[in-house]
């Protein structure tokens, strides 16, 4: 998707909380929240978010709002045949199969879709209409209508790989511990298998019982999405509940798992909103796994602006270009007009010189000067059969019967009286036979030879005068 925009404005819901961060799409996507409460919003803060959004109308913004993990689902797709294009026709009624509601009272986007071993594959993420459009009307309430409406998780899981990126065979989880919800992400290199969201967070998590409800939930994720606890695996830390090392230290001790797990931390991720972060930035980098659920239905109305205005422009040029073909043709057409004008004359010159100044009609000059010509040849033809000599037919007999007995041919005068030819061969007879060729077609020769010399080759000099002319 082509980032057109300045600045993104993304919304996070954060349980209870709701957070704008400001992204500049021109200064590498950097960050920062501008406006933050708790729902519902204070009229000092409702009024400080509409100050916000006037002074955003001018800077040409984008909006994008999340589709909540618990609100969708998650599906990865495949085919017993490596085709993609086939496999987009297929992947809808299989996602349809897999939805526990039906396909038409949903959006959906199919991402990540790749050929391998034999197969097609994709990762299908679903929201409901009814859940859409409350999350816009929900977007509404605070004076927002988001452009772009993308899936939280996948976007997540896109700043998690730039921050941190993840060799093909590696397997991770990433966690990202927020004040009133736990998000939390499995997946293998860069595709993402598994997503689930916690409705607990940093904020109640306070005594070790807490702790430990937390610890069961999380692995119980763990060993769904990943059977091979004792394989390595990288545990990543993100978001503002895990910034401290207090509450990661007393997690990492209630989960209790195998030292085969590593733990880690996205520092870059430890911000108050790392997925409106992370939302924006995916428009930022214009990832190849943006996408949008305002489509059809729902589409922004600033989209369908912008379709009908490229479909009005389409329509322009190929209006355009129709009047350039048509103003072409014409063109076109006058040219090859003046040019048969031109060619007409050439002609006529041509016929003129050719018959002596006589006219052939229209369109009939090739038989016109055909029949001229064959007039002219019959008058001549009895004094050109008087001076006609096989000439060709003659050097093509001399040339293979040099190449039957190896005769160089140095010098060839072939007139049509006379001939002379100079050359050597490696057998003294080998003059004789061009010289009985000569004889038999009416020559009389006079063959002249000198005896092998240094080179073993005996030298010759061939000479003839035709006996009609002699």
């Known amino acids: 998707m082509k980032n057109r925009f300045k600045t993104a404005y993304a919304l996070e819901l954060d349980g209870p909380r709701v957070i704008l961060v400001r992204t500049d799409l021109r200064r590498r996507g950097k960050s920062r929240v501008i406006w933050q409460a708790t729902l519902p919003p204070s009229e000092t803060e409702r009024r400080q978010l509409e100050g916000l959004l006037v002074a955003a109308a001018g800077e040409r913004p984008v909006f994008t709002a999340p589709v909540c993990i618990a609100d969708s689902v998650f599906r990865w797709l495949s085919t017993p045949f490596p085709s993609l294009r086939k496999a987009r026709r297929v992947f809808p009624a299989l996602l349809n199969t897999q939805l526990p509601f039906d396909l038409a009272q949903c959006q959906y986007a199919l991402l990540s879709l790749h050929a391998k071993e034999g197969e097609a594959r994709a990762l299908a993420v679903a929201v409901r209409h009814e859940t859409l459009r409350r999350i816009l009307e929900q977007c509404a309430s605070l004076g927002l209508d988001p452009q772009i409406v993308q899936h939280e998780g996948i976007a997540l899981w896109q700043e998690a790989l730039a921050a941190q990126p993840s060799a093909p065979s590696e397997s991770r989880v990433l966690v990202c511990l927020g ?7 499995y997946g293998k290199g860069p595709n993402l298998y598994g997503a689930q969201q916690m409705p607990s967070g940093a904020d109640s998590l306070c005594t070790q019982q807490e702790y430990d409800a ?10 769904t999405h990943c059977k091979e606890t004792e394989k390595p695996l990288n545990w990543i830390w993100c ?22 797990i590593t733990y880690r931390q996205a520092d870059r991720l430890f911000s108050d909103a790392p997925v409106a972060q992370a939302l924006a930035r995916m428009i930022a980098t214009s990832s190849t796994s943006l996408h949008n659920f305002r489509a059809g239905a729902f589409a922004h109305p600033q989209a369908l602006q912008q379709d009908t205005k490229i ?10 270009l129709g009047l350039f073909l048509c103003l072409t043709g014409l063109l076109w057409q006058a040219m ?6 031109v060619l ?6 041509a016929v003129g010189e050719i018959t002596e100044g006589a006219r052939a009609p229209k369109a009939q000059e090739v038989p016109f000067v055909s029949r001229i010509l064959e007039e002219r040849r019959n008058t001549l033809s009895t004094f050109s059969d008087m001076t006609a000599r096989p000439a060709e037919a003659l050097l093509t007999q001399i040339l293979g019967m040099a190449s039957e007995y190896r005769i160089t041919i140095q ?6 009286d006379t001939m002379e030819l100079k050359g050597f061969a490696d057998r003294w007879d080998a003059g004789t036979h061009l010289e009985k060729l000569l004889k038999s077609s009416g020559y009389q020769t006079d063959l002249q030879r000198r005896e092998a010399g240094a080179d073993e080759m005996v030298h010759f000099t061939l000479k003839g005068i035709h006996r009609e002319n002699k």
């Open 179 to 185: 004040r009133h919800r736990t998000l939390l992400l």
């Open 214 to 223: 937390w610890a069961a939930k999380a692995r119980l994720f763990l060993h």
């Open 239 to 260: 978001g503002p509940g895990a910034a401290q090392a207090e509450p990661r230290t007393a997690l990492e001790k209630a989960l209790n798992l195998p030292d085969s």
């Open 311 to 320: 479909r009005r422009n389409t329509l322009l040029w190929v209006i355009l």
């Open 336 to 341: 090859v007009f003046r040019q048969n004008k």
């Open 344 to 349: 007409d004359r050439q002609i006529e010159e």
């Open 411 to 416: 010098q060839l005068a072939l007139h049509p």
